[in-house]
T-cell receptor
């Protein structure tokens, strides 16, 4: 039983570019949440997808957008990258939104 | 805004020592979770505490939820190098159980 998987593992971009990160939830899970974890900080909630819709959103600008597919996998898109977007991006899946979350290994994004 | 403050930020001890780390808030949480995160990986859930005053034990780890459900502690007995990692506490948003608020964590290093 595969856990939460994320791709790519590492990514280097330059300011102004756009990036897409991908997440496959744990088998049987239908809810995907995305978090940003800056160096030395705890994860910050970006948004949550359930039934292919964004259900909840944290304090992140519209440059951060996402999508959930019928197979429950999800993408996180970030436009007009800033240096401050450099972070570990974590995906977490759960069965419904309020149950235990399982985290993937994350995607390390570096913006130069 | 519900905030979780963790202390100490860093802790370095020798193998065999005991330690306690804290997670405090001015807000009441319906539950708190403790996670351990190793470099290059996502957080792994250790325990969820739900009832005020609750104590849960996981081998050498003891977790306590404050009576008022505003704080929690993690005590490790006879720490081992394998306990090294970032310990994070998290709680669900009062308005959205699917949105978790994380503290910035305690980085624990156990030296052999």
């Amino acid at each position: 039983d595969a856990g939460v998987t994320q791709s790519p593992t590492h990514l280097i971009k330059t300011r102004g570019q756009q990036v897409t990160l991908r997440c496959s939830p744990k088998s049987g899970h239908d809810t995907v949440s995305w978090y940003q974890q800056a160096l030395g900080q705890g994860p910050q909630f970006i948004f949550q997808y359930y039934e292919e819709e964004e259900r909840q959103r944290g304090n992140f600008p519209d440059r951060f957008s996402g999508h959930q597919f019928p197979n429950y996998s999800s993408e996180l898109n970030v436009n007009a990258l800033l240096l401050g977007d450099s972070a570990l991006y974590l995906c977490a899946s759960s069965l419904f939104s309020y149950n235990e979350q399982f985290f993937g290994p994350g995607t390390r994004l570096t913006v130069l | 805004t519900q905030l979780l403050e963790q202390s100490p930020q860093f802790l370095s001890i020798q193998e065999g020592e005991n330690l306690t780390v804290y997670c405090n808030s001015s807000s009441v949480f319906s539950s708190l979770q403790w996670y351990r995160q190793e470099p290059g990986e996502g957080p792994v859930l250790l325990v969820t505490v739900v009832t005020g005053g609750e104590v849960k034990k996981l081998k050498r780890l003891t977790f306590q939820f404050g009576d008022a459900r505003k704080d929690s502690s993690l005590h490790i007995t006879a720490a081992q190098p394998g306990d090294t990692g970032l310990y994070l506490c998290a709680g669900p948003s009062a308005t959205n159980a699917g949105k978790s608020t994380f503290g910035d964590g305690t980085t624990l290093t156990v030296k052999p």
